[in-house]
Structure formats: C-alpha cells, structure tokens
C-alpha cells in the first residue's frame, strides 16, 4: 500500500484546511488509518484515527471539536478537516495505516506511511 498525503498549505490562524491521504496498491478499504503531525523541532504526535469500515473515530485532545476525521472507501482516500487552526498546529502532517483493527495512538503500530503534507498557520 502506498499513501499520499496532500493538501497543506500556509493559511492564517482561524482558518481551515482539508488534507487527503489517498491510497494505492493494495486496497486500503480495510485498512484503519491515522494522522500524524511533527511540529518544528519535536516528536511525531497523534491527531486523528478512523477505522477502516468509517464507524469510529478517535482525537488527541489537542485536535478535539476542531478537526474531524473521515474517507471514502470508494475512492481509497482519507480526509482530515481542520477548523479554526492554531499556530500550534503548524507541522508536517502525515497520514499511516495498520493491518490490525484496534485504534492506537503508537506511531510505530502503523505499517504505511505518506510523504507528509506541510501545514503553516499563521497567527
């Protein structure tokens, strides 16, 4: 499976951005797949997961009421709106995808990765 994450961009604080992480090779229609962000200068953190069949959905706090999760299987893509960015959200955002059904905030639990996708917000 291979993942392409696109979408970001510079946009000012209050703003919003809808990234897409699209999949090819082997369906990902069965695939739960997560975002991920690395801010400059820190560690890869949690944003976002979906389940593969679009039933359940889990936030970090940090993200929570703000940014929403969902995909189109038909189309093997996954999105994440963001709503009323932060400049604290500014970072590379990367979509993964793991074989197993469980949801997990573990970066290294995810066995495909995008490229990742720069998002800058302005304050």
């Known amino acids: 499976v291979q993942l392409q994450a696109s979408g970001g961009g510079l946009v000012q604080a209050g703003g919003s951005l809808r990234l897409s992480c699209a999949a090819s090779?082997?369906?990902?229609?069965?695939?739960?797949t997560g975002w991920f962000r690395r801010p400059p200068g820190q560690e890869l953190e949690f944003v976002s997961m979906?389940?593969?069949?679009?039933?359940?959905?889990t936030y970090d706090d940090s993200v929570k009421g703000r940014f929403t999760t969902s995909r189109d299987n038909a189309k093997n893509t996954v999105y994440l709106q963001m709503n009323n960015l932060k400049p604290e959200d500014t970072a590379v955002y990367y979509c993964?995808?793991?074989?197993?059904?469980?949801?997990?905030?573990?970066?290294?639990?995810?066995?495909?990765w995008g490229q990742g996708t720069l998002v800058t917000v302005s304050s």
């Open positions: 993964a995808a793991r074989r197993v059904a469980l949801f997990s905030r573990n970066p290294g639990d995810y066995r495909y």
């Open positions: 090779g082997r369906t990902s229609s069965n695939y739960p």
């Open positions: 979906i389940s593969a069949d679009d039933s359940s959905t």
